[in-house]
């Protein structure tokens, strides 16, 4: 059975760091495409990371370039979010997903084949 696990959320002041991992099973880890996706309340869920299953490239969105940082072990197949300088407009639910090709356009992360139950991180200001 295919399972992606998120953990790590929680409450967090604004400023503060969190971070989120995604514990994968079932599937080749390491011959899949990692990414983190986020719904805040009453919005659109959004692709904000994604890295390539050889590590060799990343992607993040605009509105967490330079604070957040994604990685993964392929070893342990696990994920990683670190999430640096949070603010209160950074509190969603999220998601980690698996793809076998995924790609990124105009900001836009296609092609997640698995995905995960998510895990909240809420920011207070």
């Known amino acids: 059975e295919v399972q992606l696990v998120e953990s790590g959320g929680g409450l967090v002041q604004a400023g503060g760091s969190l971070r989120v991992s995604c514990a994968a099973s079932?599937?080749?880890?390491?011959?899949?495409?990692i990414g983190w996706f986020r719904q805040a309340p009453g919005k659109e869920r959004e692709g904000i990371s994604l890295?390539?299953?050889?590590?060799?490239?990343?992607y993040y969105t605009d509105s967490v370039k330079g604070r957040f940082t994604i990685s993964r072990d392929n070893a342990k197949s696990t994920a990683y979010l670190q999430m640096n300088s949070l603010k209160p407009e950074d509190t969603a639910v999220y998601y980690c997903?698996?793809?076998?090709?995924?790609?990124?356009?105009?900001?836009?992360?296609?092609?997640?084949?698995?995905w995960g139950e998510g895990t909240l991180v809420t920011v207070s200001s």
């Open positions: 997903a698996a793809g076998r090709h995924a790609t990124v356009v105009i900001e836009t992360i296609f092609g997640m084949d698995y």
């Open positions: 079932g599937f080749a880890f390491d011959d899949y495409d």
């Open positions: 890295i390539s299953r050889g590590e060799s490239s990343t």
